[in-house]
């Protein structure tokens, strides 16, 4: 399967340092989207481990990435994450989310997800969430007790309910099977493009900009116009 693909990470205009973290492995079809978190420089470091081991994982487990595959590296990235933290002071605490989209030679896509960055499929125009959120406010919404769109802007919408690293909280990994087909784009980011924007404005621009890195480039824009509160991180992969 042929990728056309694009990723960008940006400070944004508030945070003084850039926690997430970025993974592009085209050739592989690996893909994998960070979002840090910890005092000091610990978030960086957080999800620069994440990646690095999800990385390491799956390039030895072979091209054809089983869902047991994913899950197995993302577990091994949290214990990384976890013993990093328990040997350093400084680090001590730090914890990241993880999305991670893997594209099979045949063009079978799985994605596997910690914390509250996410993976959406844009196709014919509608923009379709793979990953639900594993946050306070998410629960919320599955409550009925806020709208997803009380829960975007809520003041406590970046409230985590499982990440790496983090071991007060059971780690919730899931592992997600999308249909995928030729022309179908796939979005990982972190929630420094879904709080500021909404998914209309992400499939607004998605169907101006049908080239991966014109629309990478113009989301990371769009959400620095919106106030760019918080780090941008995102990967566009369009199956040719
Ligand atoms: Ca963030």
Do not use: K
Request: glycine share 10%.
């Amino acid at each position: 399967m042929a990728l056309d693909f694009a990723g960008l990470t940006d400070q944004g205009r508030v945070r003084a340092r850039n926690e997430d973290a970025l993974l592009q492995r085209p050739e592989r079809g690996l893909f994998a989207v960070a979002d840090g978190m910890g005092g000091h420089a610990a978030g960086d470091v957080a999800s620069r481990i994440a990646v690095d081991v999800i990385d390491e994982r799956l390039l030895a487990a072979g091209p054809e990435l089983s869902g047991d595959a994913i899950a197995g590296a993302i577990r091994a990235a949290h214990d990384a994450v976890l013993r990093a933290g328990r040997a350093e002071a400084e680090l001590a605490g730090m914890g990241t989310t993880l999305t991670v989209l893997a594209v099979a030679p045949d063009g079978a896509c799985r994605v596997g997800h910690v914390g509250d960055s996410r993976a959406y499929r844009f196709r014919d125009g509608a923009l379709e969430q793979i990953t639900r959120d594993q946050t306070w406010v998410q629960a919320q919404v599955d409550a009925g007790r806020l709208t997803p769109e009380q829960a975007r802007v809520h003041p406590f919408a970046a409230m985590i309910t499982s990440a790496l690293g983090i071991d007060a909280s059971p780690l919730d990994v899931q592992v997600h099977e999308p249909d995928a087909r030729p022309g179908d784009v796939f979005l990982l980011c972190s929630d420094g493009l879904t709080g500021p924007l909404r998914d209309d404005e992400i499939a607004a621009i998605l169907t101006r900009h049908p080239a991966p890195d014109d629309a990478a480039r113009t989301l990371v824009e769009a959400a620095n116009e919106a106030g760019g509160p918080d780090n941008i991180t995102v990967a566009l992969v369009r199956l040719e």
